[in-house]
């Protein structure tokens, strides 16, 4: 079998993978079975978290995949660059100045604070690893991101120090991350960041795939390697950024869903990364599944269900698989 | 691949600096079209910075020319057809096949967006045909030996078609076998291809065999420049190397370079 037919043949198992998964996302809930009777329930309590799952799972996906090519590094995920950081950030500023206050805004004013701290910061993470290092190595970066994000923590410290218990127990709630609120306003929020971020990855797998060999190389094979970087990094953000801002902090899908994508299709992004858009988000529907009925009626943080599958997962095909980024 | 006019390929005043370090102080070399330079000089003395400053890889002083245009305005996709670098030590990305590794040489010429075309996934193959890894197509890079590697390297950069190939230590980590396997083979792709080569060598013996002419590096400072027959000296090679060797002639005029075994 030639490289390319397999890979659709590995595309459509991952696609039927992504269909099963949202059948059982509908069908599945505390509200019971699919009926004519709880239909309501279904169209607007089941339906928009299934979509906003696949959303954030496979935006998530594609950006941590993304985020490790340009950084060849195996360990890296889409929260990286401080994006994570600068979320919660934003994010427990405005939880910690109170809800009460802001509900009268006309635009939800969490999900907007996230956003735009997770750009913020990983806008200063750019320019100060651009600035400091020198232009061609991404370990200045990387590392510009540690120090970001060791800012932003330590603000959030100062903030959360502050606030009384209620807020506190908010802001460790939106960290964890969680999909209980989402309805199709969430969905018509992101999508358009989320298309367009994929779109401009997807665009970039090539490059992707020229980066493998070192970006010292890549140059000499006619990449314009930081140009490519920065707008991987800035597409990849931009979808991070959206997709937290409606979840929260949900850990490990960027890591393990392109590793596990990698170790059973080979590692070209040119598969990799639309292969790792439908698995990740199969996982997150799938992953969002025991988070509602565990501890019904109360819901366990999704953030906790994908690392405490993802993790053992991910350490069986660590031991039978062997991997290169 | 008759597309390709021999280019000459012309150092002006380079220089290279790192930071305050100086590695490579003026210098001024041209190589012909469908010439063999081969740069030469103990570790340090500046080779690998000339070869990266002509493909765009370090920051330069003064003008690395091709063709008649500096390296240094060119966009990298253009220099990258004009251009092609083979690395000491490449990074070979394990689970890549060995086509699509091949097939990274056509970098240059997909379109922004574009994929490969049918033209460049046949120009990979001739290439690997021409380079006796046409059986190999479809193996990981991680299952082949370093002679195997060396020579897919070398099919990465026939396949960018460039009519300037740069060689950094090509041949450091080969046995004599694969030495000669892979020079034999950069040196059929030069009358074939009228192919302009500038190496960086260690191994004295060989670089005379191969390349029609010889630059000296020491300090980063161009200490002698000629034919290997007037490089290759005993009193030069010992004065830069700080080694006592000898040199013997052959018949056919190749230099052979030996150290001198100390007395006892």
């Known amino acids: 079998m030639t490289t390319s037919r397999r890979g659709w043949v590995w595309l459509s198992a991952a696609m039927l993978l992504l269909a099963v998964a949202v059948v059982l996302g509908v069908m599945v809930g505390p509200a019971g079975r699919l009926s004519a009777a709880n239909w309501n329930i279904i169209w607007n309590v089941r339906m928009p978290r299934v979509a906003l799952a696949a959303i954030v799972g496979a935006m998530l996906s594609l950006a941590g995949a993304s985020y490790q090519g340009v950084f060849r590094n195996p360990l890296v995920d889409p929260y990286l660059l401080g994006a994570a950081g600068g979320a919660g950030l934003g994010a427990t500023i405005v939880i910690s100045l109170g809800r009460a206050t802001t509900s009268e805004w006309i635009v939800d004013p969490l999900p907007l604070a996230a956003f735009l701290g997770a750009i913020a910061a990983v806008t200063v993470t750019y320019l100060a690893g651009a600035a400091f290092g020198s232009m061609r190595t991404s370990t200045t970066l990387v590392l510009a991101g540690v120090a970001v994000a060791s800012l932003t923590s330590a603000i959030q410290a100062f903030v959360l120090q502050r606030s009384s218990d209620g807020v506190i127990r908010a802001v460790y709630n939106w960290l964890l991350g969680s999909l209980v609120n989402a309805s199709w306003h969430d969905v018509r929020l992101v999508l358009p960041y989320v298309v367009v971020s994929g779109a401009v990855l997807l665009a970039h797998r090539r490059h992707l795939d020229v980066l493998r060999v070192g970006d010292d190389e890549a140059l000499t094979l006619g990449l314009d390697v930081r140009r490519v970087r920065i707008t991987i990094v800035a597409a990849a953000t931009v979808g991070t950024a959206a997709v937290v801002s409606v979840s929260g902090l949900i850990a490990f899908v960027g890591i393990v869903v392109p590793h596990a994508v990698r170790m059973v299709c080979g590692g070209s992004y040119r598969r990799v990364l639309p292969i790792s858009i439908a698995v990740g988000a199969a996982f997150l529907i799938l992953a969002d599944i025991p988070g509602r009925m565990l501890q019904n009626p109360a819901e366990t943080p999704l953030g906790v269900v994908t690392a405490f599958c993802g993790a053992p997962f991910f350490m069986v095909l660590l031991r039978t698989r062997r991997t290169a980024v | ?264």
């Open chain 2, 1 to 264: 691949m008759s597309s390709m006019q021999p280019t000459q390929l012309v150092f002006r005043d380079l220089s290279v600096s790192y930071d305050t370090q100086v590695a490579v102080h003026p210098l001024s070399l041209t190589v012909p079209a469908g010439g063999w330079l081969c740069l030469i000089g103990p570790n340090g003395a500046g080779k690998s910075s000339v070869l990266r400053s002509a493909c765009g890889l370090v920051r330069h002083r003064g003008s690395v020319t091709v063709a008649g245009q500096d390296t240094a305005t060119m966009s990298t996709r253009h220099r990258a057809r004009l251009l092609a670098f083979v690395p000491q030590l490449p990074l070979l990305p394990a689970d890549m096949t060995v086509f699509d590794y091949v097939l990274l040489g056509r970098s240059p010429f997909i379109s922004y967006f574009g994929v490969a075309s049918a033209r460049d996934r046949a120009t990979a193959g001739e290439v690997l045909t021409q380079l006796d890894l046409a059986g190999f197509a479809d193996r990981r890079l991680e299952t082949l030996s370093g002679g195997e590697c060396q020579r897919l390297v070398l099919a990465r950069a026939m396949a960018q078609e460039a009519p300037v190939l740069l060689l950094d230590e090509p041949t450091s980590a080969l046995d004599i076998g694969h030495q000669q396997q892979a020079l034999e083979l950069v040196d059929r792709m030069r009358w074939e291809r009228g192919l302009t080569v500038v190496s960086a060598m260690h191994d004295l013996t060989l670089a005379g065999v191969y390349a029609d002419r010889l630059a000296l590096l020491h300090e980063g400072r161009l200490v002698a420049d000629g034919s290997p027959a007037e490089v290759l000296r005993a009193e030069i090679l010992s004065e830069f190397y700080g080694v006592s060797v000898r040199v013997h002639y052959e018949d056919d005029g190749t230099a052979i370079v030996l150290p001198n075994r100390r007395a006892r």
